[in-house]
């Protein structure tokens, strides 16, 4: 039987529609059902590796977690992953296929790009009970809509019952939801059979009147209100950085400080999301040498232009202060591109990063980059070289890069990947570190025993208490969010769209 669709839209972009996308992912498959997500085109720079080594949105990865089924690149057939100005590179079927500017991708590719996401469609509605499809930005975009292929057409495509969701934290919710609904098309406007407003604070009772309006004014049935959660689940677009829990400590009320350089270019900022969890510890995003101060430690996060990012650290004059923080005993971590960066040079003769231009790195490790065309994405594994920390520790995590880093023969690898290569480098003294693995901090233990030994390079005390694991805290979060969005909405009406009612009482065994 073909699978019945449900789908999220937005009146803007980061509204919360890959959270709700999320919990409605756990709701169904807590039910019993086979559910799968599904997003035709999403821009990011925040990706996920499948099994496979196919790279698609990080926040369909994690919704794929949430329905407790494995990733594949037919639930996000298309990425793009924004590299300079109008110039992305595509994604198709989790693997590169060319760097596009924006007027050759909606002129030519947006029409080639529909044969693909059917053929996807048609398969998960094979294969599965319910889809979840999560639309982006906003339906209305009318400069856009002729060539819009991720929000109404996939609702039509998927024959799927359309959910508007708004976020009243931004203010004039009404306004966005009455003008949202006025730019569709008739036949658009007719498949949104609910709206949910989002990031409530307050008293519920004084938005009844409103609501009350707003259903007799569009007939549409408002299927809740969600009170703001901050729930510990991965953000994909980078609007989150601005409203992500960086902590911007005032001075003394963290005893651990963590500065993270915010390049131009950020990508898989979720790197950092660990830290949060970690008592103590203060987390703030640094984007001028004013803010830089003097961390304990400081991250060199992923980009998707490390040499563009590098060149703007020292036009901004970080890369001196960067390398006195070295030898006031700063703990210095580059991940991925801020790995490469470390290094003492990095070669883009062939212009894989756009500009064919070399440059000189931090030379904080002696190592090398030669940027290559062809991208590594990959799921790792591996265990820490011996004699750091407690040595032999075994991380996961996940690689995505352009480039082949090659250390001086003096210069110790950090990992020992269980495919039998090496990865990464730290300095003699520890204090200075590199690895192409993203997700490392979400080895709990390793992020535990870094700050602690932080901790004890200043005189504090140890955390000792219990450590979750990284799924520990995920399900926990994905439960959470479901029973939240189970409290809040009326999951009942919704169950009667998908004609699902007579197994709503069954539970996930």
Known sequence: MKARSIMIQGTASDVGKSLISTALCRIFANKGYRVVPFKSQNMALNSYVTVEGGEIGRAQGVQAEAARIVATSDMNPILLKPKRDMVSEVIVHGKHFLDMNAMNYRNQFVQEAMPIIRKSVKKLQQEYDIIVLEGAGSPAEINLKDRDIANMRMAHLADAAVILVADIDRGGVFASIIGTLALLDDD??????????????????????????????????????????DVNIEAEDSLALSSLRFKKPEKGEFPIDVAVLRFPHISNFTDLDPFFDEPGVGVRLVGNIHELGNPDLLILPGTKNTIEDLEWMKRAGMDGAIKELRELGTVIVGICGGFQMLGTNLFDSDAVEGKG????????????????????????????????????????????????????????????????????AISADQKVFGTYLHGIFHNRLFTRLLVNQIRRSKGLDEVLENIQSDSEHREEAYNLLASHLEENIDMDTIYQWLELESMEDQTFN
């Open 357 to 424: 231009e070399n440059a000189e790195g931090l030379s904080l490790l002696s190592v090398e980059t030669i940027f290559q065309a062809e991208k590594k994405t990959v799921q790792m594994e591996g265990v820490l070289a011996s004699g750091i920390m407690e040595g032999e520790m075994k991380l996961g995590g996940y690689e995505i890069h352009l480039g082949q880093t090659t250390l001086d023969p003096q210069v110790q690898p950090f990992l020992l990947l269980k495919d039998g290569r090496k990865d990464g």
């Open 188 to 229: 658009e406007r007719d498949r949104v059979k609910g709206i949910i407003i989002n990031k409530f604070r307050g008293i519920r009772e004084l938005l009844d009147d409103g609501i009350e309006w707003l259903e007799k004014e569009t007939g549409i049935r408002v299927l809740g209100v969600l009170p703001y959660l």
